[in-house]
Nanobody, 123 residues
């Protein structure tokens, strides 16, 4: 399973970006997808996750109401729409997938990871 994230860049505070992650290889029909981020010198942290059916989504408190996760199971993609960006959102954003269909915020619950895309928000 390979994951390729894209869409990062430099944006001013208050702006928007849309990240996309393409899953290829042995894709799983029931997997949960997640987005995480890692700022310099900090641990990787959960951002958002979505179940296969898109019936359930979950966000960390700091992004709820500003970010939206979505997926297209035909195209095998998962997107993260990020609005009202803040300087503290600056980080490398990584997409991940897990075999089990349940939602999880734990880094160690996810089985495959993409390489990440850098988001920089200037003040």
């Amino acid at each position: 399973v390979q994951l390729q994230a894209s869409g990062g860049g430099l944006v001013q505070a208050g702006g928007s970006l849309r990240l996309s992650c393409v899953v290829s290889g042995r894709t799983l029909s029931t997997n949960t997808m997640g987005w995480f981020r890692q700022a310099p010198g900090k641990e990787r942290e959960f951002v958002a996750a979505i179940t296969w059916s898109s019936e359930t989504t979950y966000y960390t408190d700091s992004v709820r109401g500003r970010f939206t996760i979505s997926r297209d199971n035909v195209k095998n993609t998962v997107d993260l729409q990020m609005n009202s960006l803040k300087p503290e959102d600056t980080a490398v954003y990584l997409c991940a997938t897990k075999y089990l269909p349940t939602l999880s915020t734990r880094v160690d619950a996810y089985d495959y990871w993409g390489q990440g895309t850098l988001v920089t928000v200037s003040s």
